[in-house]
């Protein structure tokens, strides 16, 4: 499978099965697409073996190749198809889907929890206008804290249900955790008491939206977190709009001080500032260069996932205003790295050079089955968009999972479980997407939210843009 674009002057091939990406000359990029229109009708190579392929030679596709690309002298044509050869006996142009068969028997593959999303607190001292967690409440109606008792529980399920796996992951969440710091300090102070005896290594995360924050709770999260999550929308009418306290008043001043501090508390490292856009900031690189331009060097700003009916919503119409800023912002994070002053803008960050396992890549975060949420009383959700839809309770951290034929339904969710991801350029990339905004815009965890898959490909694209620009540079 093929895929072409051409961004920032960037004529760019994608291989999708291999994973190779070409940065090429216009008379390359115009014989490959030549060549994978014609690939059917005319086949210019044979498989013999995994190793062996056979292009036809210059020869014998001369006229074709002369018919098809007119405009490019004989001799260029040559040279141009001896280096597309070579690509493709190699394996890294037109190569075949080996993965497609990997997933008959997915159902079967053994898994172990790695990570829990502790709902440490599902209450909140903001009133933000999108949140879906329904201010903490998780539509439950319901405010309330994890005990001890319970994270305590939770840690021992992790620790019992993770096989050989050393590191474990553990996220305090909310609602805003800072709101149960007491047990939030209790539990990582548990967790390090267990770890040797058992050969584990807990690694804490933090997500909090600042207003709690005190120098006291920072000092203990550089210490014990390995990353902060703060969450701010970026310029102050922004996020002042979207993320108020409830009796509405702005919570921007209340917090940018401590962030920032945090973030050169941490070196500038293992932290994110997190925002979130909407249609009533679709100029959202001006958001993301305000955070820039405040210090922050580890910047993740995503588009809302909202009903239609809301009028913060993002709509069909919006999205190539959307498409536009994220070109706009690459170009203005190029030009930082340029001047020597790099930020790491989260959608933008690919590895080329390996990538993720194969299970990993056809199956996404692994919610449901690596990954589960823990709300307050112990039950067990695939993960915390799920919670308070009580079709998904797979279980609880007393009795483990009960809810066997939910959790196999998202073992079995994969890309080519996915109609819509099977022909799909960025499947290998995003793994398929959110499964919990496929069942909210879809009903179906294999489903596909369409708008939000159309930001993901661009994502993607300009994400590879990058790394050939990075490349270039260097």
């Known amino acids: 499978m093929i895929y072409q674009y051409i961004n920032n002057g960037y004529n760019i091939i994608m291989d999708v099965n291999s994973g190779s990406i070409h940065v090429v000359d216009e008379l390359v990029y115009d014989m490959v697409a030549l060549l994978d229109r014609i690939g059917e009708d005319n086949p210019f190579r044979t498989v013999i073996s995994d190793d062996d392929i056979r292009v036809l030679p210059y020869k014998d596709m001369q006229t074709v190749l002369r018919e098809g690309l007119s405009s490019y002298p004989d001799d260029q044509l040559e040279e141009a198809y001896a280096e597309v050869s070579e690509l493709i006996e190699a394996g890294t142009l037109f190569s075949d889907d080996i993965y497609k068969d990997y997933v008959i028997d997915f159902k079967k593959r053994k898994t172990v929890v790695k990570a829990l999303c502790l709902h440490i607190s599902h209450d909140c001292n903001l009133s933000c206008r999108y949140c879906f967690a329904g201010e903490g409440e998780y539509n439950q109606n319901k405010r309330e804290l994890m005990s001890y008792e319970v994270g305590?529980?939770?840690l021992d399920y992790l620790v019992e249900n993770s096989g050989s796996r050393r590191n474990l992951e553990v996220d305090f969440f909310g609602g805003e955790p800072l709101m149960n710091w007491d047990v939030v300090k209790r539990l990582v102070e548990y967790g390090r008491?267990?770890?040797?005896?058992?050969?584990?290594?807990?690694?804490?995360?933090?997500?909090t939206n600042g207003v709690l924050l005190n120098d006291d709770i920072l000092e203990f999260a550089n210490k014990e977190m390995s990353n902060l999550v703060l969450s701010i929308d970026g310029r102050r009418e922004v996020h002042d709009r979207m993320r108020p306290f409830r009796g509405g008043q702005?919570?921007?001043?209340?917090?940018?001080?401590k962030f920032k501090k945090a973030a050169d508390s941490r070196d500038q490292m293992n932290y994110y500032v997190r925002g979130t856009f909407?249609?009533?900031?679709?100029?959202?690189?001006?958001?993301?260069?305000?955070?820039a331009e405040l210090g922050f060097e580890q910047i993740s700003v995503e588009p809302v996932v909202a009903s239609p009916e809301e009028d913060y919503?993002?709509?069909?119409?919006d999205v190539p205003?959307?498409?536009?800023?994220?070109?706009?912002l690459a170009k203005y994070l190029l030009d930082r790295r340029k001047e020597g002053k790099p930020v790491n803008f989260f959608h933008f960050m690919i590895d080329l050079s390996g990538g993720p396992c194969v299970a990993k890549r056809l199956s996404g975060c692994g919610s449901g089955t690596e990954y589960m949420s823990v709300t307050p009383t112990g039950d067990l959700y695939p993960c915390h968009q799920f919670v308070g839809k009580d079709e998904f309770r797979l279980g609880s951290v007393y009795e483990g999972i009960t809810n066997t034929e939910v959790q196999n339904e998202f073992k079995l969710c994969n890309v080519y479980a996915k109609e819509k991801c099977r022909e799909c350029f960025a499947k290998f990339y995003c793994s398929g997407g959110c499964a919990a905004n496929s069942y909210n815009f879809s009903g179906d965890i294999n489903?596909?939210?369409d708008l939000g898959c159309e930001l993901q490909r661009k994502r993607i694209e300009v994400a590879i843009m990058m790394k050939a620009a990075e490349a270039e540079a260097e």
């Open 152 to 154: 305590k529980r939770a």
């Open 193 to 207: 008491s267990i770890e040797e005896q058992n050969n584990k290594k807990f690694r804490f995360t933090l997500t």
């Open 250 to 257: 702005g919570s921007y001043d209340k917090i940018i001080d």
């Open 278 to 291: 909407t249609r009533n900031n679709l100029d959202f690189s001006e958001d993301v260069k305000h955070l």
């Open 313 to 317: 919503a993002i709509r069909e119409e």
């Open 321 to 328: 205003m959307i498409l536009e800023q994220y070109d706009k």
């Open 447 to 449: 489903g596909a939210y």
